[in-house]
C-alpha cells in the first residue's frame, strides 16, 4: 500500500512566478491536509479539504494561496506571484473518512519550495 | 497554541526505554492525544494516538493518566534512528493537528 506521494519533491521558483505543488492520498484516504514548515520552524496547518470540498481553511493566507481537491486525480496546493517568504517545506497528509471517529494522519515526504 | 506541553529536549542511552512526558492539562473530553515525530527533515511519523486507555504498537507505548491531564510515550529500547522531534498533540475527531516545538530526543551509543 503506497503512502502518500507528494511531486515534485524539490522546486526551485522566481519571485513572482506560480507554485503548484501536488499531493495523491494513501489508498482508500478521502481526506487532505497541508501544513507548511518554515525553515528551523514547526510545522503549521493550512488547509483541509475532502473531495471536492474546502473543509477548513483557516490557516491559509489570505492572498496568493488556494488548494483543490478534485473529484479525480491528487490535491493541488497553488502559489502564486511567489515571494521568497514562501520558500519552505510543504507537507501533505491523508486520513481516513471521519464520521466522529478519529483516524491518524500519514504524512507524505514533503515538497521543498525554494524562491529565488 | 500547541495546548501542549513538552521538555525542549532530552536524552536517552541506546538500548534504553525513552520516556517522552506531554502536559496536557486543559484538555478536554473528546480530544485524543497524539504523538508524532520527525526525523530530521522528513514528512511526520504517525506513532501512536489514545483516548483514555493506555496504548500499545509495534513503535511505542502511550500511557495517559486517569485525570487525563499528562501522558508520556514509551520507547521500549531506543536505537539510534530514534533521534528525532517528537511531537504531542491534541485533537479532537476531525480537523488539523497543532504542532508545538516538540521535544528533541538525542539517542546516544
Known amino acids: 500500500n503506497a503512502g502518500v506521494m507528494q511531486n515534485p519533491r524539490h522546486l526551485v521558483r522566481r519571485r513572482g512566478q506560480e507554485a503548484r505543488l501536488r499531493c495523491s492520498p494513501m489508498k482508500g484516504h478521502s481526506h487532505v491536509y497541508w501544513y507548511r514548515q518554515l525553515p528551523e520552524e514547526g510545522l503549521k496547518f493550512m488547509v483541509y479539504?475532502?473531495?471536492?470540498?474546502?473543509?477548513?481553511e483557516s490557516g491559509m493566507p489570505k492572498e496568493r494561496f488556494s488548494a483543490e481537491f478534485p473529484k479525480e486525480g491528487p490535491s493541488i496546493l497553488r502559489i502564486q506571484q511567489v515571494v521568497r517568504g514562501d520558500s519552505a517545506a510543504y507537507f501533505c497528509?491523508?486520513?481516513?473518512?471521519?464520521?466522529?471517529?478519529?483516524?491518524?494522519?500519514?504524512f507524505g515526504p514533503g515538497t521543498r519550495l525554494t524562491v529565488t | 497554541d500547541a495546548k501542549t506541553t513538552q521538555p525542549t529536549s532530552m536524552d536517552c542511552a541506546e538500548g534504553r526505554a525513552a520516556n517522552l512526558p506531554c502536559n496536557h492539562s486543559t484538555i478536554s473530553g473528546n480530544e485524543y492525544v497524539y504523538w508524532y515525530r520527525q526525523i530530521h527533515s522528513q514528512g511526520p511519523q504517525y506513532i501512536i494516538h489514545?483516548?483514555?486507555n493506555n496504548e500499545t504498537n509495534e513503535m511505542a507505548s502511550l500511557i495517559i493518566t486517569e485525570d487525563r491531564k499528562s501522558s508520556t510515550l514509551i520507547l521500549p529500547h531506543a536505537t539510534l534512528r530514534d533521534t528525532a522531534v517528537y511531537y504531542c498533540?491534541?485533537?479532537?475527531?476531525?480537523?488539523?493537528?497543532?504542532f508545538g516545538k516538540g521535544t528533541k530526543l538525542s539517542v546516544k551509543p
Open positions: 479539504l475532502q473531495k471536492e470540498n474546502i473543509i477548513d
Open positions: 497528509a491523508s486520513s481516513q473518512q471521519q464520521d466522529g471517529v478519529s483516524y491518524e494522519q500519514y
Open positions: 498533540i491534541r485533537g479532537g475527531s476531525q480537523g488539523n493537528l497543532i
Open positions: 489514545g483516548l483514555k
